[in-house]
């Protein structure tokens, strides 16, 4: 038996390469990492290939290993060139996620130190950097010192784990589960209706509330519909506002919506996954005024933090209710013991080992400091004023709501035809040309077209660079 087992111990060993070994393969991923940030700027930011990536089945999982240079060279073909390079300052579309270089690091030394990160015990360490973080955003937020929060993969299961925790906060029980009552606009994140089906609630009753000119949430309107479901013997639930809407970045009135809720015993839960990090400018502290009454938040360092994907954050004001959600016990875990004062991930989330997702965030902050996040935004938000100005002023096109945050719409309108099909089209042109990428959305029946800035690679050259390529595809349908 002892043979056998040497000589398995002997064909596991390439799963712990040597130093030399390390260092060869470490290398090559540096040197192929570095050549896609220095040559970026020549390669599109969008690119529609002919076989979508598909060269990667040529390549099934087999037994014996191949060598890193082949490694890198099918990814590059196959993950690297098709479609979306979210890391490019041309990523203008949707909510634009980042990819801080500092973060790429935390990700390696968490991953080559794997600690665990899910329970006080082993790693009070990885738990105490988890809850700093999380103390330091609810200062942030203006939340009091009884918050909980937990770092996720992203903004949607931060949002799944606020209903969640809504519901049993309101003892919400099956039963009720068709009276009961959410309260939100259209303009939600639809991460948000997933969650409350996911969470067994489909059946109950969805009321959208109307918006105002800004496609914001009319209070009035939200406060009627309370009244008129009360006297139907149906159960106000929960009200749903939004710190940046994805269509048009629009910031409910969040103070006002906060007193409805606390007036009418409602739990008041805050989208903030695109917005709420402008906390850190003057300008969106003032503007998110009100997001401190929230009883729950979700905001996505993966987003207007600029960490490369994989961090969305939920903070809850009362770290109790998220506790009742999620608490667990199992006699295997009967040595466990966690002081009062720190909270293991595990009892306040869905996951019990995780990804040591703090350290991504530690690292960069303490690199870096704050100012250049703060920074970073702010220019965000001045390229967005200057885009909306200089679009505006394109002969036949028109701007949409002035933007409150990051996000631009706008469209041409032709001279003849329908503008749906002509603004359709300029997209289509756009993206087929690659250096910038774009996206669309409709307000009220109209094919909007969308400049989201937040990628922390755009800069000015980038709007500039975008506002050429407008005016240049629109001149080509024109003449076409
Ligand atoms: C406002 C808002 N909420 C939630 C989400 C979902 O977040 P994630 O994609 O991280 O799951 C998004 C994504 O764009 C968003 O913009």
Redesign the pocket.
């Known amino acids: 038996m002892r043979e056998k087992i040497l000589k398995l111990e002997k064909s596991a060993s390439l799963l712990e390469p040597k130093k030399e070994e390390r260092e060869e393969i470490r290398n090559k991923v540096v040197e192929y990492t570095e050549r896609f940030l220095e040559d970026m700027k020549e390669h599109k930011t969008f690119n529609i290939t002919k076989d979508q990536g598909a060269g990667l089945y040529d390549y099934p999982i087999s037994n014996m290993g191949i060598s890193i240079e082949e490694a890198i060279r099918i990814f590059k073909d196959n993950v690297e060139i098709p479609g979306l390079n979210p890391a490019s300052g041309g990523h203008l579309a949707?909510?634009p996620g980042g990819g801080i270089y500092h973060s790429s690091l935390g990700d390696y030394i968490a991953a080559i130190t794997n600690r665990y990160a899910g329970v006080f015990y082993p790693s009070p360490g990885a738990v105490r950097m988890t809850n700093m973080l999380i103390k330091w955003m609810a200062e942030l937020v203006g939340y009091p010192h009884m918050t909980g929060g937990n770092l996720t993969?992203?903004?949607?299961?931060?949002?799944l784990t606020a209903v969640i925790t809504a519901r049993d906060a309101k003892k919400i029980k099956g039963n009720n589960f068709h009276r009961c009552v959410v309260y939100c606009t259209k303009h939600?994140?639809h991460?948000?209706d997933k969650a409350i089906n996911i969470a067994g609630m489909r059946d109950c009753i969805r009321r959208d509330i109307k918006m105002d000119m800004q496609y914001k949430m009319n209070c009035a309107d939200l406060e009627a519909q309370i009244i008129k479901d009360k006297k139907k013997g149906l159960i106000p639930w929960m009200v749903i506002g939004?710190?940046?809407?994805?269509d048009v970045g629009a910031i409910d009135p969040l103070s006002t919506i906060g007193k409805i809720a606390k007036r009418n015993n409602l739990w008041y839960h805050i989208?903030?996954?695109?917005?709420a990090f402008f906390l850190l400018t003057k300008e969106g502290k003032t503007k998110l005024n009100g997001i401190e009454l929230s009883d729950s938040l979700?905001m996505?360092p993966?987003?207007s933090m600029f960490l490369p994907?994989g961090l969305?954050v939920l903070l809850v004001r009362n770290a109790k209710h998220l506790k009742y959600a999620h608490q667990f016990s199992a006699s295997y875990f009967q040595d466990v013991i966690d002081p009062e004062d720190e909270m293991s991930p595990a009892d306040i989330s869905p996951e019990l080992t995780k990804h040591f997702r703090a350290l991504r965030m530690w690292l960069p902050l303490k690199l870096c400091g704050t100012d250049p996040f703060t920074a970073c935004l702010e220019e965000k938000l001045l390229l967005t004023k200057y885009f909306y100005r200089e679009i505006g002023k394109v002969d036949g096109f028109v701007t949409g709501v002035e933007p409150e945050l990051s996000v631009t719409t706008f469209r041409y309108v032709p001279k003849n035809g329908d503008a749906n099909s002509f603004n359709k089209k300029l997209l289509d042109e756009i993206l087929l040309d690659g250096r910038i990428f774009l996206s669309s959305t409709d307000l009220d029946g109209s094919f909007f077209i969308r400049m989201a800035i937040l990628a922390f690679r755009s800069h000015l050259e980038t709007i500039d660079l975008a506002l050429e390529i407008i005016k240049e595809k629109t001149i080509l349908i024109n003449n076409s």
Not at 153 to 159: H, L
Not at 242 to 246: E, I, L, M, V
């Open positions: 949707y909510i993969s992203g903004g949607s299961i931060a949002n939600i994140h991460c948000i939004s710190a940046g809407t994805t989208d903030g996954a695109y917005g979700v996505d993966h987003k994907y969305g």
